[in-house]
Structures are given as structure tokens and as C-alpha cells.
């Protein structure tokens, strides 16, 4: 599917006049689904923001988790809901722009099954060494790999994860080889790097704070274009890679067909939840950017390009689809 047909379906809502559903909703509990278990960061930032969604909107807002196989079980789930503003789904990216690119088959469609409502949040990456390597930035990183092949491995979340993506781009991107880590769980890849057995791993800024701050990894880049504000000191791959932009992201969308005028009424209330200046600097605090949701429009224009964008890093790393 090119983008063309990925902008069209994602912007794609009924044009019937539909002002009377919005004139009575919401008059029960809203139900969003979140793809990540409780207590996990999409889990937080979904609370935090709904939590004051619901004040706008005068209903309460409940979180369902619906954690694993790749975010697809939770998808699946929304997908199939009532397109009647009453299930909403707490999207990440890989959920709508990498798993068609990485999966033969999905229980979904992401480019049809879903209205976007608004974005939430960006949250970039950071490319850490334990401080045994004797690199503090990416070019000395890739100079250092180059001159010892083999000797650098890196922890990932999977290669068909965000963390495991990046690290084969960043690999790619450099004509360096290190040495792939998957790992079930993060957590042991993070104790596996502290201890130096890893000796590079990639993570989200929320996982990532502590330990810089701790000097117990030294950041080496961060996956944005421009310096992060907050992290000023930590270099863009952008420097180094001209035009990367990898930051993860969160957005809420709903079932495919929940009448415009409830889209735009959620779209309205979460954009004006997310310019609060007490919310931008909680959401910075956590590592997150929002400079609000957007429109419907921009969102659904978004999705196509970090679609494309993600597609041509599956192509160039040479990863198939499972």
C-alpha cells in the first residue's frame, strides 16, 4: 500500500452528518485500550493524560491493559470494538507503522480499521555504553567498532521491536557489525549492560534517566533530529546521520466508522488537555514532547509517513516479516 492509499484510509470518516451522537456523548464510561501491561510508561502517560481528558469531557475514562503478542492482541481488540465513542485505543507506533512491515499477517488492519483522534507524545531514544568503551560519541563509537569487529554487542527488545530496529539502522547507517542481543525482557538487557556483559543497549528516555544521571552508562546519541530539550548534552544521530528521526510515539485513535463529531470532540478536549503547561513539563519530566494532538488531518498524515519511513528501514536492514 502506497502512501497515498495509507492517507486516504486513515483519513477516511463518515461524511454523513452524525451531530446527534455527539450531542448525547458521552453518557457511559469510556474504555481505552492500552497495549502495554500496568505500570509500564504508555500505561502511565495514558492515565495521566485521559485521567484529565474525562474532566473535559465530563465522563470517566477507564484503562484496559491488553499487553503482548506485539501489541496485536490490544489492536485487535479496538479494532473490532463498536465505532461508538466508547472504545478508544492508546496506540504506540509499532502497533500502526512497524507491524505491517514486520508481521506476514496481522489480526488488523492499521491502515483501515482505525480514525486517528490525536497525537499524544513523542518519546526518543537514547544509545547508551556501558563506561568501559572508549567512546563518548557516535562517530567515536562507529571508529571504535570498525577498528574491533565483533567486540561490541548491543541489548535490544527484539529485532522487530523499536530498540532492535534502530540498533540494526544505526548499524547499517555506520558499515559497523555489533552484535544483536535480543532479550524477553528489557530488564535483564539493562542488567546485562550495567554489569558489562552488554556492552551498548538502546533505550527510552523514562528507562534511560536514572542511569545517565547515575553515570552508570554514558549516553553516546539520541534519536531525534534536533537536541532534546532537557538533554541538550546528548548529540542527535542527526549529526552524524543527517535526517534521522526515530522517536517513539503515542497517539489515541478509534475504531474505524465512531462518528466524526465525537472524534473531533475528543480531538478538541485532548488537544486542550495537552497544551496545559503543567502537563507539557510532566510529560518532559517522563522524557515525552507534546506540543498538543494535532488535527485529525496532520495525525492521519503523520501515520503515512512514519509508515513509509519505517517501511524503508525494514527494506534497507533487510529484516523479513515473520
Wanted: hydrophobic share 45%; aromatic share 8%.
Amino acid at each position: 500500500m502506497d502512501r497515498r492509499h495509507v492517507l486516504a484510509a486513515l483519513g477516511a470518516l463518515p461524511f454523513a452528518s452524525t451531530s446527534g451522537f455527539a450531542q448525547s456523548w458521552p453518557s457511559q464510561p469510556i474504555k481505552i485500550i492500552v497495549s502495554q501491561a500496568a505500570g509500564g510508561t504508555p500505561d502511565i502517560l495514558c492515565r495521566l493524560v485521559m485521567g484529565m481528558v474525562e474532566k473535559t469531557i465530563g465522563q470517566s475514562i477507564v484503562v484496559e491493559n491488553k499487553p503482548g503478542a506485539g501489541n496485536t492482541i490490544a489492536a485487535q481488540a479496538a479494532a473490532r470494538a463498536a465505532p461508538d465513542g466508547y472504545t478508544l485505543f492508546w496506540a504506540t507506533g509499532a502497533a500502526l507503522v512497524t507491524n505491517p512491515h514486520t508481521f506476514k499477517t496481522l489480526p488488523y488492519n492499521p491502515q483501515k480499521d482505525f480514525a486517528p483522534v490525536g497525537k499524544v507524545a513523542d518519546g526518543p531514544f537514547v544509545l547508551l555504553a556501558h563506561p568501559s568503551v572508549p567512546a563518548r560519541t557516535l562517530p567515536e563509537l562507529i571508529a571504535y567498532s570498525k577498528a574491533n569487529p565483533g567486540k561490541l554487542s548491543i541489548a535490544t527488545d527484539g529485532p522487530r521491536n523499536f530498540s532492535g530496529l534502530l540498533a540494526a539502522w544505526i548499524s547499517k547507517l555506520g558499515g559497523v557489525d555489533f552484535n544483536m542481543v535480543p532479550y524477553n525482557a528489557m530488564p535483564q538487557g539493562i542488567q546485562d549492560t550495567l554489569a558489562g556483559r552488554v556492552q551498548l543497549i538502546i533505550l527510552a528516555i523514562p528507562s534511560a534517566a536514572s542511569f545517565m544521571n547515575d553515570k552508570m552508562l554514558v549516553p553516546i546519541a539520541i534519536s531525534t533530529k534536533a537536541r532534546a530539550p532537557g538533554y541538550e548534552e546528548i548529540t542527535p544521530f542527526a549529526e552524524t546521520f543527517p535526517g534521522f528521526d526515530f522517536s517513539g510515539w503515542m497517539s489515541v485513535v478509534a475504531p474505524a466508522g465512531t462518528p466524526d463529531d465525537i472524534v473531533q470532540k475528543l480531538n478538541r478536549a485532548m488537544d486542550g488537555v495537552l497544551k496545559q503547561p503543567e502537563v507539557i513539563a510532566k510529560l518532559r519530566e517522563i522524557g515525552f514532547y507534546t506540543t498538543g494532538a494535532g488535527t485529525t488531518a496532520e495525525l492521519a498524515a503523520f501515520f503515512a509517513s512514519q509508515y513509509d519511513a519505517f517501511g524503508r528501514v525494514v527494506r534497507d536492514i533487510g529484516l523479513q516479516p515473520e
